[in-house]
Protein backbone atom coordinates (compact mmCIF):
# COMPACT_ATOMS: atom_id res chain seq x y z
CA UNK A 1 0.00 0.00 0.00
CA UNK A 2 2.38 2.33 0.85
CA UNK A 3 4.34 1.78 -2.60
CA UNK A 4 1.65 3.20 -4.33
CA UNK A 5 1.91 6.86 -3.08
CA UNK A 6 5.55 6.69 -1.76
CA UNK A 7 8.24 6.76 -4.37
CA UNK A 8 11.71 5.65 -4.64
CA UNK A 9 15.13 8.37 -4.11
CA UNK A 10 15.52 8.41 -8.05
CA UNK A 11 11.87 9.17 -8.29
CA UNK A 12 12.13 12.07 -6.13
CA UNK A 13 15.22 13.15 -7.38
CA UNK A 14 13.85 12.95 -10.86
CA UNK A 15 10.66 15.18 -9.22
CA UNK A 16 12.33 17.63 -7.72
CA UNK A 17 15.07 18.49 -10.74
CA UNK A 18 11.56 19.83 -12.08
CA UNK A 19 9.83 21.10 -9.23
CA UNK A 20 12.69 22.42 -7.13
CA UNK A 21 13.80 25.39 -9.54
CA UNK A 22 10.16 26.49 -10.58
CA UNK A 23 9.42 26.15 -6.36
CA UNK A 24 12.58 28.40 -6.03
CA UNK A 25 11.44 31.14 -8.14
CA UNK A 26 7.69 31.06 -6.99
CA UNK A 27 8.98 31.58 -3.71
CA UNK A 28 11.37 34.46 -3.98
CA UNK A 29 8.76 35.99 -7.04
CA UNK A 30 6.22 35.90 -4.00
CA UNK A 31 8.36 36.63 -1.25
CA UNK A 32 9.38 39.44 -3.11
CA UNK A 33 5.68 40.57 -4.43
CA UNK A 34 4.70 40.25 -0.70
CA UNK A 35 7.39 42.75 0.22
CA UNK A 36 6.00 44.58 -2.52
CA UNK A 37 2.84 44.63 -1.33
CA UNK A 38 3.90 45.26 2.52
CA UNK A 39 5.92 48.55 0.86
CA UNK A 40 2.42 49.71 -0.60
CA UNK A 41 1.08 49.40 2.73
CA UNK A 42 3.19 50.63 4.90
CA UNK A 43 2.21 54.22 3.09
CA UNK A 44 -1.41 53.88 4.08
CA UNK A 45 -4.25 51.51 3.49
CA UNK A 46 -6.14 53.67 0.88
CA UNK A 47 -2.80 52.94 -1.00
CA UNK A 48 -2.47 49.20 -0.64
CA UNK A 49 -6.29 49.01 -1.21
CA UNK A 50 -6.17 50.67 -4.68
CA UNK A 51 -2.90 48.74 -5.53
CA UNK A 52 -4.75 45.35 -4.31
CA UNK A 53 -7.82 46.35 -6.61
CA UNK A 54 -5.89 46.71 -9.82
CA UNK A 55 -4.34 43.35 -9.34
CA UNK A 56 -7.43 42.32 -9.26
CA UNK A 57 -8.36 43.61 -12.66
CA UNK A 58 -4.93 43.00 -13.81
CA UNK A 59 -4.73 39.21 -12.30
CA UNK A 60 -7.43 38.34 -15.45
CA UNK A 61 -5.19 39.24 -17.99
CA UNK A 62 -1.86 37.69 -16.60
CA UNK A 63 -4.12 34.38 -16.55
CA UNK A 64 -5.48 34.87 -19.93
CA UNK A 65 -1.78 34.98 -20.89
CA UNK A 66 -1.22 32.15 -18.70
CA UNK A 67 -4.24 30.34 -20.42
CA UNK A 68 -2.83 30.52 -24.24
CA UNK A 69 0.72 29.36 -23.10
CA UNK A 70 -0.46 26.63 -21.59
CA UNK A 71 -2.71 25.47 -24.30
CA UNK A 72 0.60 25.50 -26.69
CA UNK A 73 2.49 24.06 -23.78
CA UNK A 74 0.53 20.69 -23.69
CA UNK A 75 2.14 20.14 -27.23
CA UNK A 76 5.49 21.34 -26.81
CA UNK A 77 5.88 19.03 -23.59
CA UNK A 78 4.86 16.50 -25.57
CA UNK A 79 6.88 17.51 -28.53
CA UNK A 80 9.47 17.29 -25.93
CA UNK A 81 9.44 13.96 -25.00
CA UNK A 82 9.59 12.52 -28.88
CA UNK A 83 12.12 15.34 -29.54
CA UNK A 84 10.81 16.94 -32.18
CA UNK A 85 12.25 20.05 -32.72
CA UNK A 86 10.38 21.80 -35.72
CA UNK A 87 7.39 21.26 -33.61
CA UNK A 88 8.51 23.26 -30.33
CA UNK A 89 9.50 26.11 -32.50
CA UNK A 90 5.62 26.25 -34.15
CA UNK A 91 4.21 26.21 -30.48
CA UNK A 92 6.42 29.06 -29.02
CA UNK A 93 5.53 31.02 -32.27
CA UNK A 94 1.91 30.58 -31.80
CA UNK A 95 2.45 31.46 -27.52
CA UNK A 96 4.12 34.71 -28.70
CA UNK A 97 1.47 35.99 -31.24
CA UNK A 98 -1.28 34.58 -29.47
CA UNK A 99 0.02 36.46 -26.04
CA UNK A 100 0.98 39.93 -27.85
CA UNK A 101 -2.52 39.93 -29.46
CA UNK A 102 -4.16 38.81 -25.81
CA UNK A 103 -2.36 42.51 -24.61
CA UNK A 104 -3.08 44.39 -27.34
CA UNK A 105 -6.88 43.62 -26.66
CA UNK A 106 -6.48 44.17 -22.47
CA UNK A 107 -4.68 47.16 -22.32
CA UNK A 108 -7.28 48.68 -25.07
CA UNK A 109 -9.72 47.81 -22.60
CA UNK A 110 -8.44 48.62 -19.65
CA UNK A 111 -7.58 51.99 -21.07
CA UNK A 112 -10.97 52.66 -21.49
CA UNK A 113 -12.86 51.10 -18.97
CA UNK A 114 -10.02 50.79 -15.95
CA UNK A 115 -12.23 53.35 -13.49
CA UNK A 116 -15.34 51.53 -14.42
CA UNK A 117 -14.01 48.19 -13.03
CA UNK A 118 -12.37 50.01 -10.12
CA UNK A 119 -15.14 51.11 -8.75
CA UNK A 120 -17.14 47.91 -8.99
CA UNK A 121 -15.18 47.16 -5.30
CA UNK A 122 -16.08 50.54 -3.71
CA UNK A 123 -19.52 50.17 -2.75
CA UNK A 124 -19.00 48.64 0.85
CA UNK A 125 -19.74 50.54 3.71
CA UNK A 126 -17.29 53.14 4.54
CA UNK A 127 -16.09 56.73 4.39
CA UNK A 128 -17.53 57.88 0.53
CA UNK A 129 -13.84 60.03 0.75
CA UNK A 130 -11.70 56.89 1.46
CA UNK A 131 -13.32 55.28 -1.84
CA UNK A 132 -12.27 57.97 -3.89
CA UNK A 133 -8.56 57.58 -2.50
CA UNK A 134 -8.87 54.22 -3.87
CA UNK A 135 -9.86 55.05 -7.01
CA UNK A 136 -7.04 57.41 -7.39
CA UNK A 137 -4.02 55.52 -6.15
CA UNK A 138 -5.24 52.65 -8.20
CA UNK A 139 -5.70 54.46 -11.47
CA UNK A 140 -2.67 55.70 -10.92
CA UNK A 141 -0.90 52.56 -10.19
CA UNK A 142 -2.72 51.03 -13.31
CA UNK A 143 -2.19 53.62 -15.71
CA UNK A 144 2.00 52.90 -15.20
CA UNK A 145 1.43 48.86 -14.91
CA UNK A 146 -0.13 48.62 -18.19
CA UNK A 147 3.37 49.60 -20.00
CA UNK A 148 4.93 46.29 -18.78
CA UNK A 149 2.51 43.96 -19.95
CA UNK A 150 4.18 42.97 -23.64
CA UNK A 151 7.41 42.04 -21.46
CA UNK A 152 5.35 39.98 -19.33
CA UNK A 153 3.55 38.19 -21.78
CA UNK A 154 6.59 37.72 -23.85
CA UNK A 155 8.91 36.63 -20.77
CA UNK A 156 6.60 34.11 -20.21
CA UNK A 157 6.32 32.94 -23.96
CA UNK A 158 9.89 32.10 -22.76
CA UNK A 159 9.88 30.75 -20.02
CA UNK A 160 7.34 28.28 -20.11
CA UNK A 161 9.12 26.59 -23.69
CA UNK A 162 12.86 26.27 -21.49
CA UNK A 163 10.74 24.73 -19.10
CA UNK A 164 8.64 22.33 -20.95
CA UNK A 165 11.83 20.56 -22.29
CA UNK A 166 13.63 20.81 -19.72
CA UNK A 167 15.48 23.93 -18.73
CA UNK A 168 14.06 24.82 -15.28
CA UNK A 169 16.61 26.56 -13.82
CA UNK A 170 17.10 29.43 -16.50
CA UNK A 171 13.39 30.76 -15.87
CA UNK A 172 13.84 30.76 -12.29
CA UNK A 173 17.51 32.71 -12.64
CA UNK A 174 15.96 35.35 -14.63
CA UNK A 175 12.92 35.43 -12.70
CA UNK A 176 15.21 35.41 -8.95
CA UNK A 177 17.08 38.87 -11.01
CA UNK A 178 14.03 39.91 -11.66
CA UNK A 179 12.46 39.78 -8.34
CA UNK A 180 15.48 41.27 -7.17
CA UNK A 181 15.14 44.49 -9.50
CA UNK A 182 12.09 45.03 -8.66
CA UNK A 183 12.45 44.78 -4.79
CA UNK A 184 15.34 47.55 -5.11
CA UNK A 185 13.56 50.28 -6.92
CA UNK A 186 10.50 49.22 -5.05
CA UNK A 187 12.77 50.47 -1.78
CA UNK A 188 13.84 53.42 -3.52
CA UNK A 189 11.29 54.59 -5.60
CA UNK A 190 8.29 54.19 -3.56
CA UNK A 191 10.32 55.60 -0.49
CA UNK A 192 12.41 58.12 -2.24
CA UNK A 193 15.74 56.41 -1.25
CA UNK A 194 18.95 57.64 -2.63
CA UNK A 195 17.76 60.83 -3.65
CA UNK A 196 14.93 59.47 -6.19
CA UNK A 197 11.93 61.23 -5.54
CA UNK A 198 8.91 59.66 -3.69
CA UNK A 199 6.75 58.34 -6.33
CA UNK A 200 4.40 56.05 -3.97
CA UNK A 201 1.88 53.98 -6.04
CA UNK A 202 3.29 54.80 -9.27
CA UNK A 203 7.06 53.86 -7.81
CA UNK A 204 6.21 50.70 -7.03
CA UNK A 205 4.60 49.80 -10.45
CA UNK A 206 7.72 51.22 -12.35
CA UNK A 207 9.45 48.75 -10.53
CA UNK A 208 6.81 45.72 -11.44
CA UNK A 209 7.81 47.31 -15.03
CA UNK A 210 11.33 47.54 -14.78
CA UNK A 211 11.38 43.85 -13.21
CA UNK A 212 9.85 42.61 -16.17
CA UNK A 213 11.62 43.99 -18.77
CA UNK A 214 14.89 42.41 -17.18
CA UNK A 215 13.16 38.96 -17.14
CA UNK A 216 12.61 39.32 -20.52
CA UNK A 217 16.16 40.20 -21.28
CA UNK A 218 17.61 37.57 -19.44
CA UNK A 219 15.16 34.67 -20.48
CA UNK A 220 15.54 35.36 -24.27
CA UNK A 221 19.11 36.71 -24.35
CA UNK A 222 19.96 33.04 -22.41
CA UNK A 223 17.85 31.46 -24.85
CA UNK A 224 19.34 33.19 -28.26
CA UNK A 225 22.79 32.41 -26.71
CA UNK A 226 22.72 28.85 -26.74
CA UNK A 227 20.72 28.40 -29.82
CA UNK A 228 21.27 24.98 -31.44
CA UNK A 229 23.56 23.45 -28.55
CA UNK A 230 21.29 23.15 -25.13
CA UNK A 231 18.94 24.69 -27.28
CA UNK A 232 18.00 23.08 -30.27
CA UNK A 233 14.83 24.90 -31.04
CA UNK A 234 16.07 28.03 -30.82
CA UNK A 235 17.77 27.77 -34.01
CA UNK A 236 15.98 29.39 -37.04
CA UNK A 237 13.18 30.34 -34.27
CA UNK A 238 12.67 33.68 -36.19
CA UNK A 239 13.08 32.75 -39.64
CA UNK A 240 9.72 32.89 -40.21
CA UNK A 241 6.80 33.25 -37.61
CA UNK A 242 4.70 31.23 -39.95
CA UNK A 243 2.86 27.83 -37.76
CA UNK A 244 1.52 25.11 -39.80
CA UNK A 245 -2.57 25.52 -40.57
CA UNK A 246 -2.59 21.79 -38.88
CA UNK A 247 -0.72 22.35 -35.35
CA UNK A 248 -2.36 25.83 -35.34
CA UNK A 249 -5.87 24.50 -35.34
CA UNK A 250 -4.94 21.54 -33.18
CA UNK A 251 -3.62 24.26 -30.51
CA UNK A 252 -6.23 26.11 -31.28
CA UNK A 253 -8.82 23.00 -30.62
CA UNK A 254 -7.06 21.95 -27.53
CA UNK A 255 -5.96 25.56 -26.29
CA UNK A 256 -8.82 27.82 -26.30
CA UNK A 257 -10.87 25.94 -23.64
CA UNK A 258 -7.56 26.61 -21.29
CA UNK A 259 -7.68 30.69 -22.60
CA UNK A 260 -11.48 30.63 -21.70
CA UNK A 261 -10.54 28.44 -18.22
CA UNK A 262 -7.69 30.77 -17.14
CA UNK A 263 -9.88 33.85 -17.98
CA UNK A 264 -13.26 32.79 -16.24
CA UNK A 265 -11.55 31.28 -13.08
CA UNK A 266 -9.66 34.78 -12.60
CA UNK A 267 -12.52 36.60 -13.19
CA UNK A 268 -14.68 34.55 -10.79
CA UNK A 269 -11.69 34.89 -8.23
CA UNK A 270 -12.16 39.12 -8.88
CA UNK A 271 -16.33 38.91 -8.55
CA UNK A 272 -16.03 36.22 -5.36
CA UNK A 273 -13.61 39.16 -3.94
CA UNK A 274 -16.06 41.57 -5.48
CA UNK A 275 -19.19 39.99 -3.34
CA UNK A 276 -16.39 40.01 0.03
CA UNK A 277 -16.26 43.82 -0.64
CA UNK A 278 -19.72 44.20 0.21
CA UNK A 279 -19.69 43.85 3.70
CA UNK A 280 -17.20 47.15 3.77
CA UNK A 281 -14.19 48.73 2.47
CA UNK A 282 -11.82 47.05 5.79
CA UNK A 283 -12.68 43.29 3.94
CA UNK A 284 -10.62 45.23 0.66
CA UNK A 285 -7.74 45.70 2.72
CA UNK A 286 -7.74 42.26 4.45
CA UNK A 287 -8.45 39.80 1.59
CA UNK A 288 -5.68 41.63 0.05
CA UNK A 289 -2.79 41.39 3.35
CA UNK A 290 -4.29 37.13 3.07
CA UNK A 291 -4.39 36.43 -1.00
CA UNK A 292 -0.66 37.99 -1.09
CA UNK A 293 0.17 35.96 2.31
CA UNK A 294 -1.45 32.73 0.70
CA UNK A 295 0.54 33.05 -2.28
CA UNK A 296 4.14 33.25 -0.72
CA UNK A 297 2.78 29.90 1.05
CA UNK A 298 1.22 28.43 -1.62
CA UNK A 299 4.99 27.93 -3.63
CA UNK A 300 4.39 24.26 -2.98
CA UNK A 301 1.37 22.93 -4.70
CA UNK A 302 1.72 25.65 -7.54
CA UNK A 303 5.12 24.23 -8.43
CA UNK A 304 4.44 20.88 -7.64
CA UNK A 305 1.50 20.87 -9.96
CA UNK A 306 3.32 22.55 -12.38
CA UNK A 307 5.67 19.32 -12.00
CA UNK A 308 2.98 17.04 -12.48
CA UNK A 309 2.12 18.52 -16.13
CA UNK A 310 5.44 18.76 -17.22
CA UNK A 311 6.29 14.89 -16.27
CA UNK A 312 3.09 13.55 -17.06
CA UNK A 313 3.36 15.11 -20.37
CA UNK A 314 6.78 14.19 -21.26
CA UNK A 315 5.58 10.68 -19.91
CA UNK A 316 2.25 10.70 -22.61
CA UNK A 317 5.00 11.78 -25.27
CA UNK A 318 7.07 8.89 -24.41
CA UNK A 319 4.29 6.29 -24.89
CA UNK A 320 4.71 5.36 -21.34
CA UNK A 321 1.46 2.94 -20.87
CA UNK A 322 -1.19 4.27 -18.55
CA UNK A 323 -0.41 1.94 -15.35
CA UNK A 324 3.05 3.96 -15.13
CA UNK A 325 1.47 7.46 -15.77
CA UNK A 326 -1.11 6.55 -13.08
CA UNK A 327 1.75 5.26 -10.46
CA UNK A 328 3.49 8.98 -11.20
CA UNK A 329 0.50 10.61 -10.77
CA UNK A 330 -0.47 9.55 -7.39
CA UNK A 331 3.10 9.27 -6.11
CA UNK A 332 3.47 13.14 -7.34
CA UNK A 333 -0.07 14.15 -6.31
CA UNK A 334 0.32 12.19 -2.47
CA UNK A 335 3.95 13.84 -2.24
CA UNK A 336 2.38 17.38 -3.31
CA UNK A 337 -0.93 16.92 -0.14
CA UNK A 338 1.91 15.80 2.37
CA UNK A 339 4.12 19.31 1.97
CA UNK A 340 1.39 21.48 2.03
CA UNK A 341 -0.34 19.84 5.28
CA UNK A 342 3.31 20.73 6.76
CA UNK A 343 3.29 24.40 4.55
CA UNK A 344 -0.87 24.87 5.80
CA UNK A 345 -0.22 24.25 9.49
CA UNK A 346 2.88 26.81 9.37
CA UNK A 347 0.65 29.54 7.35
CA UNK A 348 -2.00 28.76 10.49
CA UNK A 349 1.11 29.08 12.79
CA UNK A 350 1.55 32.43 11.69
CA UNK A 351 -1.50 33.98 10.75
CA UNK A 352 -1.30 36.70 13.45
CA UNK A 353 2.12 37.62 12.85
CA UNK A 354 1.73 38.62 9.08
CA UNK A 355 -0.92 41.71 9.17
CA UNK A 356 1.25 43.12 11.73
CA UNK A 357 3.56 44.41 9.02
CA UNK A 358 1.08 46.34 7.67
CA UNK A 359 0.07 50.62 8.44
CA UNK A 360 -3.58 49.44 8.81
CA UNK A 361 -6.16 49.35 11.77
CA UNK A 362 -6.46 46.53 14.16
CA UNK A 363 -9.70 45.87 12.42
CA UNK A 364 -8.23 44.77 9.22
CA UNK A 365 -5.33 42.64 10.97
CA UNK A 366 -8.16 40.81 12.83
CA UNK A 367 -10.02 39.86 9.74
CA UNK A 368 -7.55 39.31 7.52
CA UNK A 369 -5.81 36.72 10.32
CA UNK A 370 -9.41 35.32 10.35
CA UNK A 371 -8.78 35.00 6.66
CA UNK A 372 -5.42 33.33 6.79
CA UNK A 373 -6.61 31.02 9.47
CA UNK A 374 -9.31 29.57 6.80
CA UNK A 375 -6.84 29.32 3.36
CA UNK A 376 -4.40 27.48 5.48
CA UNK A 377 -7.08 24.64 6.47
CA UNK A 378 -7.93 24.67 2.58
CA UNK A 379 -4.33 24.04 1.56
CA UNK A 380 -4.05 20.85 1.19
CA UNK A 381 -7.05 20.44 -0.71
CA UNK A 382 -5.90 22.89 -2.84
CA UNK A 383 -3.13 20.93 -3.41
CA UNK A 384 -4.86 17.81 -4.75
CA UNK A 385 -6.97 19.66 -7.30
CA UNK A 386 -4.67 21.26 -8.40
CA UNK A 387 -2.30 18.08 -9.32
CA UNK A 388 -5.79 16.96 -10.72
CA UNK A 389 -5.75 19.71 -13.02
CA UNK A 390 -2.15 19.83 -14.31
CA UNK A 391 -3.08 15.40 -14.91
CA UNK A 392 -5.85 16.11 -17.46
CA UNK A 393 -4.08 19.12 -18.93
CA UNK A 394 -0.94 17.14 -19.45
CA UNK A 395 -3.59 14.97 -22.01
CA UNK A 396 -5.02 17.39 -23.50
CA UNK A 397 -8.44 16.93 -21.80
CA UNK A 398 -8.91 20.46 -21.76
CA UNK A 399 -12.79 20.66 -21.76
CA UNK A 400 -12.83 18.25 -19.15
CA UNK A 401 -10.09 20.90 -17.12
CA UNK A 402 -12.42 24.12 -18.19
CA UNK A 403 -15.56 22.37 -16.62
CA UNK A 404 -13.31 21.11 -13.63
CA UNK A 405 -11.81 24.99 -12.83
CA UNK A 406 -13.41 27.51 -14.39
CA UNK A 407 -17.48 26.41 -14.46
CA UNK A 408 -17.37 24.84 -11.15
CA UNK A 409 -16.14 28.31 -9.87
CA UNK A 410 -18.94 29.99 -12.01
CA UNK A 411 -21.62 27.33 -11.32
CA UNK A 412 -20.79 26.94 -7.29
CA UNK A 413 -18.03 29.30 -5.75
CA UNK A 414 -19.67 32.49 -7.43
CA UNK A 415 -23.57 31.80 -7.15
CA UNK A 416 -22.89 30.74 -2.95
CA UNK A 417 -20.59 34.20 -3.01
CA UNK A 418 -23.28 36.17 -4.64
CA UNK A 419 -26.21 35.05 -2.63
CA UNK A 420 -24.60 34.95 0.99
CA UNK A 421 -23.00 38.94 0.04
CA UNK A 422 -26.40 40.28 -1.04
CA UNK A 423 -29.01 37.74 0.75
CA UNK A 424 -28.07 37.02 3.94
CA UNK A 425 -26.49 38.84 6.90
CA UNK A 426 -24.17 36.30 7.49
CA UNK A 427 -20.34 37.89 8.78
CA UNK A 428 -17.97 37.76 6.06
CA UNK A 429 -15.39 35.13 7.65
CA UNK A 430 -17.80 32.06 8.01
CA UNK A 431 -19.05 33.49 4.60
CA UNK A 432 -15.61 33.32 3.08
CA UNK A 433 -15.33 30.18 5.19
CA UNK A 434 -18.58 28.82 3.29
CA UNK A 435 -17.07 29.48 -0.01
CA UNK A 436 -13.49 28.52 0.37
CA UNK A 437 -14.96 24.88 1.77
CA UNK A 438 -16.19 24.25 -1.51
CA UNK A 439 -12.81 23.12 -2.63
CA UNK A 440 -13.34 19.30 -1.05
CA UNK A 441 -16.76 19.22 -3.80
CA UNK A 442 -14.03 19.84 -6.07
CA UNK A 443 -11.96 17.00 -4.54
CA UNK A 444 -14.44 14.29 -4.81
CA UNK A 445 -15.00 15.50 -8.81
CA UNK A 446 -11.17 15.50 -9.50
CA UNK A 447 -10.92 11.96 -7.60
CA UNK A 448 -13.49 10.27 -10.05
CA UNK A 449 -12.41 12.29 -13.02
CA UNK A 450 -8.91 11.08 -12.41
CA UNK A 451 -9.53 7.42 -11.53
CA UNK A 452 -11.61 7.01 -14.85
CA UNK A 453 -8.17 7.31 -16.88
CA UNK A 454 -10.18 8.97 -19.84
CA UNK A 455 -6.89 11.87 -20.05
CA UNK A 456 -4.02 9.49 -20.28
CA UNK A 457 -3.85 10.31 -24.36
CA UNK A 458 -0.62 11.11 -26.22
CA UNK A 459 -1.47 13.88 -28.84
CA UNK A 460 1.21 14.39 -31.13
Known amino acids: MLSKFVGDRKFYRSTMAVALPIMVQNLITNFVSMLDNIMVGRVGTAQMSGVAIVNQVLFVIN ?71 YLRYGMEYLRVMLWGLPAFAAANAYCSTL ?51 VELLLSAGWTHLHAGGRVPFAAGLYKTLRVPARLSGQIFRKGLPLLINEGLWASGMAVMNQCYSVRSLDVVAAINIESTVWNAMSVAFMATGNAVGIIIGQKLGEGLDNDRVMDEFRKLTAFSVALNVLMGGALAGLSGLFPLLYATTDQVRQLATRFIIVSAAIMPFNAFTNCAYFAMRSGGKTVITFLFDSVFVWCVCVPLAFILSRFTSIPVVPMFLLVQGTELIKCVLGYIMIKKGAWMEKII
Open 163 to 213: RETGETVVPMVSGVAAVLVNLFFNYVLIFGHFGAPAMGVRGAALATVLSRY
Open 63 to 133: LCIFGAISGAGIFTAQYAGSGDQEGIRGTFRFKLISVLALVAVGAGALVAFGEDLVRLWLRGEGDPRDAEL
